[in-house]
């Protein structure tokens, strides 16, 4: 439902305005549902042209966890936590890392914060002295939880070979083209091991020197970061930031399927329509890039190891398929299968 003027408020539980003047603080916390459990999703660090992007992304994102919780089969909710950078290339305080832990301290749980973009264990660290409501926290050898990423860029790793099996044929990656947006922890985990299986790989980062640096690495090319959704590829993988799924993106895709981890992929919801219809192959971006949040759930819920860990991340595959096989039964595109399942999911 469309309302408090922010097309994408879905209804809802909370949305949490947080500012704290001696620190400098601005930050939002979106609680979309809490009737699996409570409302887990990192938070990020980032700059954002006003504050009502930063509504629109937190809002947006925590949506997003719901569904990605639920199709995880975790007992958590979905939320997310949005902190405002004044300027591009700020980099977060200490004291604005503690305020920000009391404003999620002050929600009594509803909502469990963890490392996203701009963030990390230390400063998760920082986060967990002022609540106890935090996950990606250092955790000791064969435990869940720690660094997400690296769980991040396993089940996207999965998620693409199962890609390129349904939509290409392939039955491993030897000789299969990727173009790689992002790569950061989650895109450069991702290039390092579809080089091990010798896939082709064509990289771009907004960062130009460390896709260059890489690429030289894996024997890969690095091409502008303007230039990376027109390469003539199989599998395009978007792992940076959301809504670069638009119209005019999607027609100028040269690749037969797209599967990556960046979150919210889709601009509007009617991209994923356009990218049904031009006969791409979708792999849901909360379905293939749940790796991370079931390493941090299972940590903060205290259920099983690193060994459990993996065994979850293995499955994801399996819910890719079914969205696949379920879309091909209905004609709908995989988007907007994926999203009734999880609607289901959480009861709404």
Known sequence: MTSWGFPDFDDHEGVHLFTDPASGLQAVIAVHSTALGPAAGGARFWHYADSDRAITDALRLSRGMSFKNAMAGLELGGGKGVVL?????????????????RAVESLGGRY????????????MKVIASQTRYVSGLPVASGAAGGDPGPYTALGIYLGVK?????GLGA???????????????????????????????????????????????????????????TVEADIFSPNALG??????????????VIAGGANNQLSVRDDGRRVHERG???????????GGIINVGLEYLGHGDEAEVKARIARIPERLVQVWDESDRTGEPASDVADSIARKLIGR
């Open 243 to 256: 809504a670069i799924l638009t119209e005019a993106s999607i027609a100028a895709l040269n690749a037969k």
């Open 162 to 166: 199962a890609a390129a099996q349904r």
């Open 85 to 101: 950078a004044a300027k591009p290339g700020d980099t977060i305080t200490t004291a604005q890392l503690q305020a920000f832990g």
């Open 171 to 229: 039955t491993d990656m030897k000789g299969v083209r990727v173009a790689i947006q992002g790569v950061g922890s989650v895109g450069g985990g991702l290039a390092k091991l579809l080089a091990k299986d010798g896939a082709v790989l064509t990289l771009a980062d907004v960062d130009e020197g460390r896709a260059q640096k890489l690429a030289g690495e894996l024997g890969a090319t690095a091409v502008a970061a303007e230039a990376i959704m």
């Open 280 to 290: 791409i192959l979708y792999a849901p971006d909360y379905v293939i890039n749940a």
């Open 112 to 123: 469990v914060t963890a490392e996203d973009v701009g963030m990390s264990e230390e400063r």
